[in-house]
């Protein structure tokens, strides 16, 4: 009801997006939009989600509010431009066949979704969005928007002197902490990329495993239990996730570090590496709880086990064969690269020295 209330009373005041997101129908959402049109009128319009990505804004750059029915601007470009949009004091305006002008800006956007999961692109510490899931009405009544219209000057009344709830606490009115809901969490863990997913799957399971909360490590390290899951990752697609999402940093210097591999042994899935050196990364598990990517993952490998158990129902001793033969292949190759590595490293430093003892003995004789 603050949110009406400012609207009415305090309409330069900046507000937070409202996103209202339900799967199911018949919740009141298109009536709920109806009815703020009905309630500021000219100083309402409906936008679609081409409007906002089209350079001519002459419609609607002036309005109050700035509702869209059925919302899905799940790219980051458009994302980026309504969270300008919602703070900016200002705004170039722009009608087809004429020159941009600038004027002040202050509209607020109510959006509205059937699509629970990735309506907009919404980014971990986001404080300017307000998610609402919708319930279901309990029964239908086609007159309801006529009935809220007979009511509008009640309400108007209602909202000049009520005492609002709340006060100022941030640029948007509203805490962050206010604001921050189950709805909006799960938009943000659907935003995750299946790379920065698996990332966080893996060193769950390595902590889970190996019974610690902090795992150190190098790109190389994660390079190497990926391929070894045949994981298709780049390097640089995991140090953007390191860097960008999880606002890590590598050591300043090269220094020793110990980490965890696949372990060759039979009946233990990781073990402890030997002392390594490099500029290695410190992820903890609190850490990635705090990213609110364990969940979702959860359900992802429950899906995937889901998968596997039908196949293992339907083909039981092709695919059990198949899966066993397949993960001693994995073992003897890593075990043989394990061996040779090392190896072929103290080949080719004996043939540095002997090249090297070669070229002094010519030295010596000439």
Same mark, same amino acid.
């Given at each position: ?32 939009? =109806? ?30 509010? /700035? ?16 969270? =300008? ?10 009608? !087809?066949?004429?020159?941009?002008? *600038?004027?002040? @800006? @202050? ?66 009115? @509203? ?9 909006? *969490?799960? /938009?943000?863990?659907? =935003? ?35 391929? &070894? ?15 960008? &999402? ?28 030997? !002392? !390594? ?28 086990? /889901? ?23 994995? !073992? ?6 394990? @061996? ?5 490293? /103290? ?8 090249? =090297? ?10």
């Amino acid at each position: 009801m603050d949110y009406l209330q400012l609207l009415y009373r305090r309409p330069t005041q900046k507000l937070p997006i409202l996103l209202l997101v339900s799967e199911e129908r018949n919740t009141g959402k298109s009536t709920f939009l =109806n009815f703020l049109k009905a309630l500021f009128q000219e100083n309402v319009t409906f936008n679609t989600n081409e409007d906002f990505r089209s350079q001519f804004n002459a419609d609607w750059a002036g309005k109050l509010m /700035i509702v869209v029915d059925e919302v899905l601007l799940n790219r980051r470009e458009d994302s980026e431009r309504l969270k =300008n949009l919602s703070t900016a004091h200002s705004y170039k305006m722009e009608a !087809k066949g004429k020159d941009r002008y *600038e004027v002040q @800006f @202050f509209a607020k956007f109510v959006l509205c979704s059937n699509n629970e999961n990735f309506p907009v692109y919404i980014e971990p510490e986001e404080t300017r969005y307000w998610v609402r899931k919708i319930s279901r009405l309990e029964k239908d009544d086609t007159s309801f928007l006529q009935k809220l219209k007979e009511e509008i000057p009640a309400f108007l009344y209602y909202l000049q002197y009520r005492n609002p709830t709340t006060k100022e606490e941030s640029r948007m009115w @509203f805490s962050p902490s206010l604001i921050r809901t189950e709805a909006l *969490e799960k /938009i943000i863990r659907c =935003n995750r990329s299946r790379i920065e997913l698996d990332m966080a799957e893996l060193l769950i399971d390595i902590m889970d495993t190996m019974q610690v909360d902090v795992v150190d490590f190098c790109i190389n390290d994660l390079l190497a239990l990926f391929n &070894y899951s045949m994981v298709k990752v780049e390097r640089h697609q995991v140090r953007n996730v390191l860097q960008q &999402y999880w606002k890590l940093e590598p050591a300043p210097n090269a220094l020793s570090y110990s980490t965890y591999q696949i372990s060759v042994l039979p009946g233990q899935k990781y073990s402890a590496s030997s !002392k !390594k050196v490099g500029r290695f990364y410190t992820v903890t598990r609190e850490k990635i709880e705090r990213l609110s990517l364990r969940l979702l993952n959860m359900m992802k490998y429950k899906e995937r086990d /889901i998968n596997k158990r039908v196949t293992i129902q339907q083909y039981p001793q092709q695919t059990s064969t198949k899966s066993f033969a397949c993960q001693k292949r994995k !073992k003897i190759v890593y075990c043989i690269f394990n @061996f040779l590595f090392p190896l072929f490293g /103290i080949i080719f430093n004996r043939v540095n020295k002997i090249n =090297n003892g070669m070229n002094n003995r010519k030295t010596q004789l000439k």
